[in-house]
């Protein structure tokens, strides 16, 4: 990378993206943001008023400047279009699982139950753990600090206390199956909440995403980014269509960009 200092605001936004392209190449991580990067830098022409108002509200706030550039990445490789179908999917896939060990618990429970009445009046025994520290005990067979630091203390509590003291295997099952049956499945982030709130999936899930991490790192909460910041239309269309690397024949336009911030201001009333 060349000496001279970067001086334009284009060059200094520039710099900040080869900057952190070059670390994450060193340190061999992020390659899908170092992809949204390379975008942004090879369609600078369009990103030049962006990069502009981008540097007119933040370069009193340098960290601020970085950490835009940086959610701009993340949002466009991690909550595009295409990742939120991928999480809507996995959404529907948890919530299925979750119903088949229900009911497959359940079953499970049942098997057990019977087979313990078998053991106590059939005359014949299968040798199968009955006492939960006994699968405890098998499931942790590998592990060592259970070995080194559990198994002690688990065996002379079950000497204390005899079998009516714990649960059945059965029970157990029971248990594992009515909290799956009960789950109820959500987001583990408030970016992925945002970009999955609507039904189906859309280009409206990446902007979502992005308002949703300019938030959380607003000054409201704390964050590095002044009171009052907000883009405009324009700058936010733009920086969309190369981030995503959306083409000429159907670009985002600011017109967009109003409409969805208009149904996000009414949807929070």
């Not at 005990?137 to 002690?152: G, I, L, M, P, W």
Request: with cysteine; glycine share 4%; charged share 25%.
């Amino acid at each position: 990378m060349s000496s001279t200092q970067p001086t334009t605001p284009q060059q200094i936004c520039e710099s900040i993206l080869i900057e952190g392209k070059h670390y994450n190449i060193d340190h061999h991580i992020l390659p899908s943001e170092n992809a949204v990067a390379d975008r942004l830098l090879s369609r600078g022409l369009e990103l030049k008023d962006a990069f502009g108002e981008l540097h007119e509200k933040l370069h009193r706030h340098p960290p601020a400047l970085k950490l835009f550039l940086d959610l701009l990445l993340s949002a466009a490789a991690f909550w595009n279009p295409e990742k939120m179908k991928e999480a809507r999917s996995a959404r529907y896939d948890l919530a299925d699982v979750n119903q088949q060990i229900a009911t497959k618990a359940a079953e499970l429970a049942d098997l057990l139950g019977r087979r313990s009445r078998l053991h106590n009046t059939s005359g014949f025994s299968s040798n199968t753990h009955y006492h939960v520290c006994d699968v405890i005990d098998a499931a942790c067979e590998n592990n060592y600090r259970f070995k080194s630091e559990v198994k002690e203390r688990l065996d002379t509590l079950r000497a204390q206390f005899d079998l009516k003291y714990w649960p059945s295997l059965g029970q157990f099952l029971q248990v594992i199956g009515s909290d799956a049956e009960h789950a109820c499945v959500e987001a583990t982030d408030p970016l992925t909440a945002a970009a999955t709130s609507a039904g189906r999936p859309s280009l409206a899930d990446f902007f979502k995403a992005l308002f949703k991490a300019i938030e959380e790192n607003s000054a409201h909460n704390y964050g590095q980014f002044p009171a009052g910041f907000r883009l405009t239309d324009n700058t936010l269309a733009s920086l969309a269509n190369c981030a995503l690397d959306i083409g000429q024949d159907d670009p985002v336009d600011s017109a967009y960009v109003k409409r969805l911030r208009q149904r996000e201001r009414s949807g929070r009333k």
